[in-house]
């Protein structure tokens, strides 16, 4: 099993800068790919990025790029994103997740992490 603990949410106004951190303990070597989504209220959720955990290759949604940066510490077994430019519509629950087979399904995920974005 790998356990997800997310921090770094909160209150940010709007324009300004967030990163927000996804500690992974447990079989992190069971780990093929970590993932950053969000849902805001009366939303879906929806995938803003994902990352190798080796090697570190990223794929951003397309409505994400340019704002977020996903990044990884294998030292620290710990992924980041990095918000810039942020607008109350960024205001969401944010999670991380972890899949664990290689095939684009996350089994594990974090809590959550609220982002509140103020105009």
């Known amino acids: 099993q790998v356990q997800l603990v997310e921090s770094g949410g909160g209150l940010v106004q709007a324009g300004g800068s967030q990163r927000l951190s996804c500690a992974a303990s447990?079989?992190?070597?069971?780990?093929?790919?970590m993932g950053w989504f969000r849902q805001a209220p009366g939303k879906e959720r929806e995938l803003i990025a994902r990352?190798?955990?080796?090697?570190?290759?990223?794929f951003y949604a397309n409505s994400m790029k340019g704002r977020f940066t996903i990044s990884i510490d294998n030292a620290k077994n710990t992924v980041y994103l990095q918000m810039n430019s942020l607008k109350p519509e960024d205001t969401a629950v944010y999670y991380c997740a972890a899949d664990l087979n290689g095939n684009g399904r996350y089994h594990s995920w974090g809590q959550g992490t609220q982002v509140t974005v103020s105009s």
């Open positions: 990352i190798a955990w080796s090697g570190g290759g990223t």
């Open positions: 447990g079989r992190t070597f069971s780990i093929y790919t």
